[in-house]
């Protein structure tokens, strides 16, 4: 065959034509050809080639010719990223898993800064695919000889990320927690990278908020969504009564474990079929509204948000667990759901960062059922919810690790899967995380590492105080926790303004005048859409979107409202979103919520308890104030629906001064 053309292309389009009519012999023709081009033609023609005759034995399903062409290929030249990542492609869709990886691993050891962005980021992807399509041949050894390479350059190859947006960052962390937990599975010495980029991936999610913000909107579209949230928070208010009256007459206790009949169900199918059959329609609504408000979001004019390298540090989250211990005792639990496996690992993580694996079984289905069920079930199911939580998520070698730490500091940082645990109840007999421990939520390990690099222990000062007490004016318990709060306030010479009419914007103005917010009234979790969930004042429902864009300094944040500390995934939104993770992403230093709902009336008592505490032991974080709180309802023998319901999430070491 002669290549006498014009130009490389017509020489591709020429061997194209003739390998048809080739036979066995075909790769040691192009083995011909590509030595008898010349100098200045190799690289294009060798690629292009190699291209074309492993396109033709996939089409003729000739698959050990293919390895042949490609072993040939990448003993003949190096591989550009983009030839690999195509001929890795090609050895996936026919099932040669080995040989794809063998094709991508040399790329670890690139100049990622001579990369493009999404280059990169296919290769990780392409990476992870792979690495979970490898048979169980395929040994421990082989498997670490091969990832072996990868740490130094993994490592390396972060600041590329310094001129990337928190999307990308959260794709490439993800990857690489993928990638470590492949070779987990096979050898634990890579459980300090899982950990390591979990938490990254964790905090470029909850980062991801900040590009979901409304910058400047019209008042016509501000309106025409408004009207949107508050439709769909109409229909789950309906769905969740009818809910609840129909499990208050079917209850399942008893009858739901881990591994029987609640793994065949979901959050949209725990009731019984008559109740299912008459939310039927309301669903379909609501899906209606869901999708109409992530079109709406979509032609939001916002801002990529860029990701901030300073929130990772330059120690690892274990060593910054090391700098965060100090002299004081601070262990961490950080929660990571491997759905290849359907499995839960658990890191404990003690203050001199030594961390231990613990593994559980779960069903993703269940853990949501059970959660989805602690705003719908009668009082009486409680007991038996938290109870098949705390199987699934504290196996018994873990509580008997943790039990000999009572006393700590600690820091829970949950898979999105299990946001809305409610960690402070969880436990078994008489010992439980909320009354053992100065327990604090967080949506990344990261998240109080930087608060703490930045202040160790901050104090919060009582003055400014904002006091919104039933703002929707159909909550008498939560103006008399108000005026309960503001009366002890004024006895120690406290000023605070207390507001019983609250619009959103003099919320608004308090989030930017005032150092700690007590808000007692209605919040509303969106199931459908936590984007959309939101603090009703006076004039309008202010969305967890919308605060999410404001800007706090450093407040401390109240919410004595139902189910404030919920938060799920937006399907438009990759961000944990809920009221209390928007007020940390605006910048609060922390938030008090709740687990669930919450009567009204039923917390005053509690929180005059707290703010009491408060003042009379300044020196005490607010999760140690919580904590001992907590204790002595529990000692009480009080139902854990009163004792458990809530939570700190932010900096583990804040305190407030009045001062």
């Given amino acids: 065959m002669s290549l006498k053309m014009k130009n490389n292309d017509d020489k591709v389009r020429a061997l194209e034509n003739s390998l048809f009519k080739l036979d066995g012999e075909t790769s040691e023709v192009v083995r011909t050809l590509v030595e008898s081009c010349s100098a200045e033609e190799d690289d294009y023609l060798r690629e292009q080639l190699y291209r074309t005759i492993c396109t033709t034995y996939v089409r003729q399903g000739n698959i050990d010719g293919l390895e042949d062409a490609v072993a040939q290929w990448m003993d003949a030249t190096s591989l550009t990223l983009y030839s690999a990542l195509w001929a890795a492609q090609i050895l996936r869709l026919v099932e040669r898993p080995h040989l794809a990886l063998e094709v991508l691993l040399p790329f670890a050891s690139s100049d990622w800064h001579t990369k493009s962005g999404s280059a990169r980021l296919r290769w990780i992807e392409l990476l992870v695919q792979v690495l979970h399509e490898l048979d169980d041949t395929l040994t421990a050894v082989d498997v670490c000889d091969k990832i072996m390479a990868l740490g130094k350059s993994f490592g390396a190859s972060q600041e590329w990320l310094s001129d990337t947006d928190v999307t990308s960052a959260a794709a490439f962390y993800g990857c690489l927690t993928d990638v470590y937990l492949c070779c987990s599975r096979i050898h634990r010495e890579y459980d300090r990278q899982v950990i390591e980029y979990s938490e990254r991936q964790k905090a470029a999610f909850f980062s991801r908020g900040l590009e979901a913000a409304p910058q400047h909107l019209a008042e016509q579209k501000q309106g025409a969504y408004r009207t949107l949230v508050k439709r769909l928070s109409e229909l789950e208010a309906a769905s969740a009564a009818n809910y609840r009256s129909a499990l208050a007459a079917n209850p399942f206790q008893g009858r739901l474990t881990r591994g029987g009949s609640l793994s065949m169900l979901d959050s949209h ?79 404990l993580i003690d203050s001199t960062g030594v961390h231990e694996r613990f593994t559980s079984d779960i069903s993703i289905p269940s853990v949501e059922a059970l959660i989805f069920m602690l705003d719908h079930y009668p009082t009486s199911e409680f007991d038996y919810i938290i109870s098949s939580l705390s199987e699934i998520l504290l196996p ?186 928007s007020f940390l992403l605006a910048g609060a230093t922390a938030v008090i919520a709740t687990n669930w709902l919450s009567e009204d009336g039923s917390s005053d008592w509690m929180m005059a308890s707290f703010y009491r505490a408060v003042l009379n032991h300044p020196q005490d974080p607010l999760a140690e104030t919580l904590r001992r709180l907590r204790n002595e309802l529990f000692e009480d023998d009080e139902p854990i629906m009163k004792w458990a319901i809530y939570s700190l999430w932010g900096h583990p070491f804040v305190r407030v001064q009045s001062a």
């Fill in 396 to 581: 018994n070698a873990l509580c008997d690790r943790l039990e000999k730490l009572n006393g700590a500091t600690l820091l829970v940082s949950a898979d999105s899967t299990l946001s809305g645990v409610p960690w402070e109840g969880l436990g078994r007999g008489r010992w439980r995380l909320g009354t053992c421990f100065a327990l604090t939520n967080t949506p990344s390990l990261l998240t109080p590492c930087r608060q703490i690099r930045r202040i160790s222990e901050p104090l919060v000062g009582l003055s400014p105080i904002q006091i919104i007490a039933d703002p929707t004016q159909d909550l008498p318990g939560a103006l008399r926790e108000g005026y309960e709060i503001r009366r002890l306030l004024r006895e120690r010479g406290i000023a605070s303004d207390l507001d019983g009419a609250c619009s959103s914007v003099s919320l608004l103005k308090a989030l930017e005048d005032c150092s700690l917010i007590h808000f007692a009234g209605h919040t509303v979790f969106s199931r459908q859409d936590p984007a959309s969930s939101a603090l009703l004042l006076r004039d309008r429902a202010l969305t967890a979107i919308e605060i999410g864009s404001t800007s706090i300094d450093g407040a401390v944040i109240v919410l004595s409202s139902c189910s404030s500390g919920r938060g799920g995934l937006s399907k438009d939104i990759e961000n944990p979103f809920g009221v209390c993770n």
């Fill in 269 to 347: 199918t725990i009731v019984t079929e008559n109740a299912l059959l008459a939310e039927r329609e309301r669903e379909r609504e609501m899906e209606f509204v869901r999708r109409e408000l992530l079109v709406t979001r979509s032609k939001w004019p916002t801002q990529p948000a860029p990701w901030d390298l300073s929130i990772v540090g330059e120690e690892s989250v274990c060593q910054q667990m090391v700098r965060i211990g100090g002299e004081k005792k601070v262990v961490s639990l950080v929660y990571l759901i491997d759905r290849t496996e359907e499995a839960v690992l658990i890191f």
